[in-house]
């Protein structure tokens, strides 16, 4: 089977056996995977090849994940990064974040939920890479970024999918059900987070504004209006 | 009483007795040359009257006593029964020791003197008896000086010395204390210092001084010492960061291989078995994880807690995390009101408490139940409650729960998973944030986790 038009993915991971185990699980999914085994060895195969995806492991010898991470973004390399690592707090996930790491997983991570965020990244680089507008709101979906009229909103990863979500398919009423599913992987209606979460993406993107962009569709879903 | 004022107290003790002793000494000194010098000069007076009298007739004697420049002289007569006094200078003075006088007339040998005291209306003498000639009736010559003078003396330097005494003690007082403060400065300073350092910074050192006294060495000592526990501290540290590295990455190698081989359904004829397995692991992973927050929150200071984090998303997000499980066991997990709230702090280390108490909820709430979150905020408070209605706990059993390895009721913990560490990792975590924490619970109705933040704007 030839590796053509399946998305290559580079795991940069010091520990062989987890290495060979994320090689072949990653092959299941029908992804093609390289390995390498040190930071040096790592920012060489990426700066050499062209890759859809690396998973980089923090702590590697001779140059670790971080200083990968920003070689790489330094040479301008704006492949996807999901950052690999054992310790889990906030400093760390900042500086991954602050090097240029899209995402970020703790170990021991599922599977699932490996292979969730690396499908996640893959379609957020794909294709949809220039910014969305709609209104006086603007939408970076590689930095993740958004802005109103110019000032910038901070959201959360899950308002960001939520709003890139509306945005995305503007005019269109989206159901409660495939917003969960689409956002969560739930498949339920019974809970009334979504509720929680259009209430907070309403204020922080509409309070203030006399143009209101989120509109409920009473017992339908919610839609973004730009009538 | 601070080592200052310990110092200089016994400081001006000493130098005050020091003081007193050498004044007496100087005084008893004083005493003793003086009364010499005294009998000294008498002796040598009354060998020049014994000459004068000796080379001039007796009826010249009242002349010579009279011009003989010494206080008292008297001559005496001693007969076989009688003694009187011949003259005396000055005129009619009462004599000055008659019974001494008649001793000598008998023992005495002429040329030889009696140097002796004599008390006489209260004031002391030095008397000096001589033999004027042996045949009888025998001449006795008494020549006296009285000691008056050298007691005037040495009064008059006892008054200076009680004089000099509390200027004395003002002064050593004064001088003590500016001493003492002065060399007692870099003391201050290893204080001042011991009170900056804390866990978190070790690295501050007492600045070198040159000395070689007892300060320099103190310091050199304190900062030897700090060398030394900032280097095991570090160790410490670097430990817990070395175990989680090492613990975890065989953890997730064994994990991710559990998972794949059911995710691949490659042994379906032991697919319970692995499934089995792979729930131990995820316990173990959950206990090392539970370890490595502890040993982190044992070193970590509230001063590193500046992050702001809003809180609401985090409540959200464990709310999502818990979903699949209270599905699973059939409990229903509501969030009834979340208002957006910001507080300072760790949002892994909330998150992570807040989990604990919700996963607490879930387990111990029988299928059917219900939990419900909710984060309320109220002027600068945020109050998060999480209650369930689940098995609840007594008065005695909610004294406890916080407690280290605390597990509840054997009879229906024996079914639930876990260390009795997840409380005890939220309560500090939440102390740590500056968060009271307050359960309410009701055996076979429920309980209620109430936590009030300090919210930030």
Redo the contacts between chains.
Sequence with gaps: MSGFGRERILVVEDDQYIADLLKQILEKEGYVARTASNGAEGLFMASSNSFDLIVLDVMLPELDGFSVCSALRDKGINVPVLMLTVKDSVDDKVEGLSRGADDYLTKPFSIEELLARVKALLRRFKGYKSVLKVADLELDPVSRRVRRAGVEIELSPKEFDILELLVRSMGKVIGERAILKEVWGLDCTKSNILKVYMHHLRQKVDRGFDKKLIRTVRGVGYMIDVS | MSLRRKIALWYVSTLVVLFLVFSLSLCLLLKKTEERSLELELFAKAEELEDALEQAPADAWPGILKDFPVQVAQIYEVSADEIKVLLSKPQGYPPLGLKEAERWAKRGIKGEYLLLSESLDGEVYDVVFMKLSEETPVKIVAVASSLEGVTKTVRHLVLIVLMVMPLLVVLAFLTSNILVKVSLTPVRRVIETAKAISVEDLSKRIPEVETKDEIGELVRTFNSMMEKLEESVNAIKRFS?DA??EL??P???????L??LL??NRCSDCEMELRQVLARVDRL?HIV?SLLVLA?LDSMDVRNLK?RV?L??VV??V??RF?QQA?KRAI????DR?D?VEVIG???LLSQAISNIVDNAVKFTPSGGEVRISLVKDGDKARLSISDTGVGMSQEELGKIFSYLYRGDPSRSERVPGIGLGLTIAKRIFELHDASVKVESDPGRGTSFHITFITQD
């Design positions: 960061s989680a590295h975890k990455t953890l997730t190698a064994l994990k991710s291989h998972e794949f995710r691949e992973i994880n982190k992050n809003a609401d998303v959200l997000e709310f999502e979903q599905q229903k997990l509501l969030i979340v957006p760790d949002a892994v």
